[in-house]
C-alpha cells in the first residue's frame, strides 16, 4: 500500500514537471512570437520607405536634382539592407527554436574565424573598434565555421547596439587541455549580466526580451541557441566573474588530422 502511494506522488511529480515545462514552453513562443510581430512591424516601415522612394524617383512631374535622388537611392538601398538583416534574423529565430538548423561541428580553425568577424565588423563604418588576440597557431576547434560566425556576429551586434558609449571591444582566446576559452573584454557590466543569465537559464526568455531591444532580444536567443547546439557554453570560471567580460569555452578538436 505504502509502495503504491509513493509510486502515486512520484507520478503525481513528474506530472507537475511536465505541466511546468509546457507553461514555460507557452509562455517563451508568445515572447517570441510578440518579438517576430515587432520586427515584422519594422519590416513594414522598411518597405514603405522604399516604395516613398520609388514613387517619388517616377515622378515625371517633378525634377529631382542629383542631390535629392541621391539620397532617394541611399535610403532605398538601406532599408533593403535592413530587410534582408531582418528577413535572415526572423528565419533563423524559427529553425533554432524549431531544431532545424543543420549544425555540423568539424574542425575549423578558430583563428580564421575571428580574422573574418574582425574584418566584417570593423566595415560597417562604426566607431567602436573590434579587436581579437589570438595565438598563431593551435589545434582547430570543433565547430560549425559558418555558425559559429554568425553566433558570434549577431553577439557583437547586440553588445554594440545595446551599448552606445563603447569605444573598444576585444576577443581574446587561449587554451587548456580539451578547449580554447574565448573572452570577449570591455563590455558593459549590465550586457554582460544579460548574457550570462541567458547561458544560464536558457529557458527564461522573458527575461531578455524585457531588458534589450526586441531586435537584439531575438539576436541574442538564436546566437545562444546556435552556441549551445554546438556544445559552447560560459567558462567554468568565467574570470572571476569579471563584470565587464564574457568567456566561451570552445571543443577543441583534439585528435583531429588538421592537428598542427
Known sequence: MAEQ???ALHVKKQIQVLQDDLAQ???NNQV???LLVQIGNRL???STAI????SSLLDFDI???????YEFLQAIDSSVNEMADLIVLMTLAFRSQAKTLEIEAEPNSLQEILVSLQTTSNKNGRETKLETYYPSEGEPALVDYQYLSLALTLLIEVIFSEDKDAVKLSIITFKSSDYWHLQIKHINPSIVAIVRHFFEQANDIVTIANQTLPENALKLITACR?????????CEK??????TAICLQIPMAVDSPREK
Open 51 to 54: 516604395k516613398t522612394a520609388v
Open 226 to 234: 546556435i552556441l549551445y547546439l554546438q556544445n559552447i557554453q560560459l
Open 44 to 46: 513594414q516601415r522598411s
Open 63 to 69: 525634377f529631382w536634382d542629383e542631390t535629392t535622388q
Open 5 to 7: 502511494k509513493d509510486e
Open 25 to 27: 514552453i507557452k509562455t
Open 32 to 34: 517570441i512570437w510578440g
Open 238 to 243: 568565467d574570470s572571476a566573474l569579471n563584470p
